[in-house]
């Protein structure tokens, strides 16, 4: 029997390669995204144990709260007094303090050389010949005073040459210091990062940390191990430091890559997920297909003395067969998916730290598991189905699988199955106290049941759809349109399924561009109430924070009436970190809020202990003006506030963060101020002489950019357009998974009517009519997918709507409409081998085929 | 017939027939336009004897055959194989039956088209999952005439090879019956004949008892014996006929 399977595969090796295709990109995407994780991952260790393979333990100042990475939050310095005392320590050999920052290296253009979110890293070398740089010299000398080296890659980028001066910007202004030297990491490629390298002073000066380190990397005496030397450390520290051993401090290093490795994997397996779930609907739909077709064969097999379990098995087995061989292809195309990502990555600017790429056995486990087990499941509703072929088919011409038991329930139970769907997302959005993993998890099989409840129930909806969206093709396309669209409409089981693939891809897009509308019409009406002033400063990037000193240098420039600048940072509230900002006191001038309770006032009020904070969080927490409200720095100093305003943010989202309070309160207790964002109001509004004034005074601060209001919303709106390219990127491979679905069956059905197409031939119908009668066929069905998947897109993302906030309802037509042209374009393409092969077909032998 | 002779033949049927029918009727569909293929037929397929099934198109020789093979259920009536009443088997013990009991050849020889002639004769074996019994399968090729053809797939046979390989994987787990649906149907007259020929011999021969539906006079001229089947009942029985005999005997059937 296993050789019925086999050589049936190889017997219908077009038919088999189709089917594999359908999971193959699912399996490489899952392939391809585990080899690509592991890669940077790997990368990236590499680079956090290159770092302190000359260290023991690391001393290090410790926050009194973890703190998000990203929110501009730093932890605490260390007195550089330590340094000697620790020094002084018996075990130990040998002790150096280092601090570092983000320091950007000006290119050649005069901005700041950022790529992507790639860190600039920028970092003092006491002492360029001691164990515990990680570093070695390309070229030149160590930094001296007054000096800095930076990294291989962007100085052959820039074409720095030893000798010149380099801008260098961290805290203050630009910086220019003398290029003293080339460095690179030992053995490892840094992706995008960029390195600055001062000596200690220097660097203490840069970043604004005179007296101070942020790191002390001790060695131990020969004899003494890691552990025990941080244990003796332990004992000697001041509050608000800690010891690690090397390796503790190498895991902590990368503890925010591994997080964002992580993101990444889980990010891209969803899609890969996406991919296989289309990829289960094309081989179901292919193997029904062809167990139609097979259904004489099938029946002798059982006249002959093939059991039930053996018709299933053999189909098991050339499932499997399909599965293995696509999973395996999958695999090694992951491979290359992983470097074309690395080259995408690269593209946008991302460089990621490469040291080749790897294939764990994890990687090839997952791949090959994934790919078989969905190809079995896909496979084994039609595989059971093939079982109740009747040994009478064996002589009765055309004869028919008998209807399932089960077929009776089919219309109750597709619309049960789409109904507890929705029942689960609505419970996953709705349901209270959910982690996100239960919403996750509760939302996506909600989405899977809907979408398999919508597909078998989609046949039912076929005949009118066919007849509704056929109608421009049997009006243009004359006796061939009228073809096309009564064969959509022979089989609406079948024309059902093969659209229902394409149908989640289409929903998905739809949901995606319908969301991202509603996000970016919230934010750009938020942006218009509550920006007041005329320019905004950001970084170049957007997002990153600016030293405050931009701010400062904006306020001279010629013509500014007042400049408002947003401090952000984290600090422990009701015992949760929470994203707090700081404002000066003309940001009235700046920021029109709604207030519940106060008004513009407020921000001028706020004096040392005052704070506001917008009207959910009071609400959480039963804040009045008035109350008091408790938090803690970074540093672990508690700070006792007062509110004394309560707004309501815009649906759009609030500019600021949850608590709010004064600069000058800020700037007294949290580590290395910076400011989110500034706003500048000037007199004569924007003007070109005004924005000329603006790049002028802050022509020190690379980094930094003046922006309209406008800009500043189309910069804001930038990411999220960069993602949800990203998004629809990902979700095409379900899409072109679907469109080999539609080849598949237009193949299949084409073989199926050999005779049929022989028979318009030998009536007079021309290849072309041919051609045109199955392009149409393919261009209906796809349509029905699209309209299918963009009415399930809107309604699934007006679920979300409501449930979320600052995401308006609004539906983006003009995209909508530009989707079913790109389905439309689907089923022209998915044609064009279908319809090829079906011209091709010599009549004669048509009609003679049995 | 009448009902005296049909008691006979129940009774004898319990003693020495291969496969016995008893008062089969079936009937397609309900009220006015129920079609009764068959109204009650019974008959006995001696051991080792070449049993033809004549008549007219829609005369129900197919669903006859259908039911003995198991292949359709009676609307009433019993259909015994080798002392089993088949009636009541489920789909697992009616596969126990095909394999143990039953060989088909088929109008359109119904190979599977990629295996190779001897991979579709053994399939049987294969699925029963028994012993293969080499020196026979040897016999069964070398009789019908493949020894030289073995490895070829059936789209590199002819229709006269296919049909013989569709014999021998009959033959092939030597079932206490074959059911032949119009072995000849669709060969040549000089093929049919060869074909025939080696039906015949496999009776002779190897004492295989064969049941053959037809709608040619000429196949029947190489039965031991010939039902004359028309409006879904046996109208006529002969012994060892010429062509000749069943031909006028045919004429008859059809005009009454």
Redesign the interface.
């Known amino acids: 029997m296993i050789r019925v399977a086999v050589r049936g595969l190889l017997g219908r090796k077009l038919r088999a390669i189709l089917t594999a295709l359908a999971i193959v990109l699912g399996v490489a995407l899952v392939s391809g995204t585990l080899v690509l994780t592991d890669s940077i991952d790997r990368a990236f260790d590499r680079i956090f144990t290159d770092i302190r393979s000359g260290s023991s333990a690391v001393i290090s100042g410790k926050a009194a709260f973890d703190l998000t990475e990203g929110s501009g939050a730093t932890e605490p310095a260390l007195e550089q007094s330590l340094l000697q005392q620790v020094r002084a320590l018996p075990d130990v050999e040998e002790a150096e303090g280092s601090v570092d920052g983000e320091a950007q290296i000006i290119g050649k253009d005069g901005k700041a050389i950022v790529n992507g979110g790639a860190p600039n890293l920028g970092f003092s070398i006491a002492n360029g010949d001691s164990r515990f740089n990680p570093l070695v010299l390309v070229q030149g000398d160590w930094p001296g005073n007054g000096d800095v080296v930076v990294d291989k890659a962007t100085a052959d980028d820039q074409g720095l040459q030893l000798g010149q001066k380099v801008g260098v910007q961290a805290l203050g202004p630009v910086e220019y210091l003398r290029l003293s030297g080339i460095v690179d990491f030992k053995s490892v490629s840094i992706g995008g990062a960029t390195l600055a390298g001062f000596d200690l002073p220097t660097a203490q000066s840069i970043f604004d940390k005179e007296g101070k380190l942020d790191e002390i990397a001790v060695a131990a005496k020969p004899g003494v191990s890691d552990q025990q030397l941080a244990a003796e450390i332990r004992k000697t520290l001041p509050p608000n430091t800690q010891v690690q051993t090397a390796a503790q401090q190498a895991k902590t290093d990368a503890s925010d890559t591994d997080e964002f490795i992580s993101f990444l994997r889980t990010f891209f397996l969803a899609f890969g997920g996406i991919a296989l779930f289309v990829g289960a609907f094309v081989i179901a739909n292919s193997l029904s297909i062809t167990i139609a077709q097979r259904t004489r064969e099938l029946a002798t097999l059982r006249t002959i003395g093939a059991s039930r379990r053996q018709v299933l098995g053999s189909l098991i087995v050339e499932s499997l067969i399909v599965g293995v061989v696509a999973s395996v292809v999958g695999l090694f195309l992951g491979l290359g998916l992983a470097r074309l990502l690395f080259w995408l990555f690269d593209l946008a600017g991302f460089t990621l730290p490469n040291t080749g790429l790897l294939l764990t056995t994890r990687t090839i486990v997952i791949a090959l598991l994934v790919g078989i087990i969905v190809t079995l499941f896909a496979s084994l509703r039609p595989a059971i189905r093939a079982t109740r072929v009747p040994p009478i088919a064996a002589v009765r011409e055309g004869a028919e699988l008998p209807e399932s038991r089960w077929a009776r329930f089919r219309t109750p139970g597709a619309i049960l199955v789409t109904a507890i769907g929705f029942v689960a997302i609505v419970y996953g959005l709705f349901g209270s106290g959910l982690g996100t993993a239960e919403i996750l998890i509760s939302m996506g099989a909600g989405a899977v049941l809907v979408f398999i409840g919508v597909a078998l129930f989609a046949s039912k909806l076929v005949p009118m759809l066919a007849t509704f969206l056929g109608w421009p093709s049997a009006k243009v396309g004359g006796v061939s349109g009228e073809l096309a669209r009564s064969n959509a409409k022979r089989n609406p089981q079948r024309t059902a399924s093969t659209a229902a693939a394409l149908m989640i891809g289409l929903a998905l897009v739809t949901l995606v561009a319908v969301l991202g509308q509603g996000i970016r019409s919230t934010f750009t009406a938020a942006v218009d109430d509550l920006f007041v002033s005329d320019y905004a400063i950001t970084a170049q990037n957007n997002f990153s924070p600016i030293p405050v000193s931009a701010a400062e240098a904006a306020e001279k420039a010629n013509g500014v009436e007042s400049v408002a600048s947003v401090r952000t940072g984290e600090a422990l509230v009701y015992g949760n970190p929470t994203f707090v900002t700081a404002v000066t006191p003309n940001t009235a001038d700046a920021v029109a809020l709604e207030w519940k309770d106060g008004s513009q006032a407020v921000f001028s009020e706020l004096g040392a202990n005052g704070a506001f904070v917008d009207d959910g969080f009071a609400d959480d927490h039963n804040l009045q003006v008035g109350s008091p409200i408790a938090i803690e720095t970074p540093a672990g100093k508690k700070l006792d506030l007062t509110v004394k305003g309560i707004f309501e943010p815009p649906s759009g989202g609030s500019p600021f963060g949850q608590v709010t309070f004064s600069s000058e309160t800020f700037d007294a207790n949290f580590p290395d101020p910076q400011n989110l964002y500034s706003f500048v109001t000037m007199s004569g509004g924007v003007t070109p002489a005004n924005t000329e004034a603006l790049d002028a005074a802050l022509a020190d601060f690379p980094n930094a950019k003046a922006q309209t209001r406008d800009e500043f919303k189309d910069n804001q709106i930038g990411p999220l357009n960069n993602i949800l390219n990203i998004l629809y990127v990902l979700l095409a491979l379900s899409i072109i998974v679907s469109l080999f679905g539609i080849v598949n069956t237009l193949v299949l059905t084409v073989f199926e009517r050999t005779r049929e197409l022989g028979m318009l031939r030998a009536i007079g119908m021309t290849r072309r009519q041919v051609r045109r009668m199955i392009r149409y066929e393919s261009v209906i069905t796809a349509l029905i997918g699209a309209t299918l998947g963009i009415i399930l897109g809107v309604v699934l993302a007006g679920l979300l709507v409501a449930r979320i906030d600052f995401i308006d309802f609004s539906v983006p037509v003009g995209q909508l409409v530009v989707f079913a042209i790109a389905a439309i374009l689907v089923g022209i393409i998915a044609a064009i081998f279908p319809a090829r092969r079906a011209a091709r077909l010599n009549p004669l032998e048509a009609l003679q085929y049995e | 017939m009448t009902a005296m002779e049909t008691e006979t033949k129940q009774v004898q049927s319990i003693t020495d027939a291969v496969v016995s029918a008893i008062n089969l009727e079936r009937t397609y569909g309900e009220g006015d336009t129920a079609v009764h293929a068959l109204r009650g037929v019974s008959l006995d397929v001696q051991r080792a004897k070449l049993t033809g099934v004549m008549g007219p198109s829609g005369s129900g020789k197919?669903t006859l055959m259908?039911l003995l093979?198991g292949?359709?259920r009676p609307t009433a009536g019993e259909v015994v194989i080798d002392g089993t009443s088949i009636g009541e088997l489920g789909?697992?013990d009616l596969?126990k039956l095909?394999?143990e009991h039953?060989?088909?050849i088929?109008?359109?020889f119904?190979l599977?088209?990629?295996?190779t002639a001897q991979?579709n004769i053994v399939?049987?074996l294969?699925?029963?999952g028994g012993k293969v019994d080499k020196e026979w399968v040897e016999t069964v090729i070398e009789r019908v005439g493949l020894a030289d053809r073995r490895t070829h797939r059936p789209s590199e046979l002819s229709g006269g090879q296919q049909q013989r390989v569709a014999i021998a994987?009959a033959l092939i787990?030597r079932p206490t019956v074959v059911f032949a649906?119009e072995p000849t149907g669709n060969l040549d007259s000089t093929t049919g004949s060869e074909i025939l020929d080696l039906l015949r011999e496999s009776v002779e021969s190897f004492g295989q008892t064969i049941v053959m539906v037809t709608h040619d006079p000429n196949s029947c001229a190489f039965s031991d014996r010939t039902l004359f089947l028309a409006d879904g009942s046996i109208v006529r029985e002969l012994g060892k006929s010429t062509a000749h005999q069943v031909s006028e005997t045919m004429e008859a059937v059809s005009k009454a």
């Not at chain 2, 599977?112 to 295996?115: A, G, I, N, R, V």
Request: aromatic share 10%; no cysteine.
């Open positions: 197919s259908h093979a292949l359709d789909d697992t596969t095909r394999r039953i060989g088909f088929f109008q359109f119904n599977l088209p990629m295996l991979e399939l049987p294969e699925l029963a994987r787990s649906d």
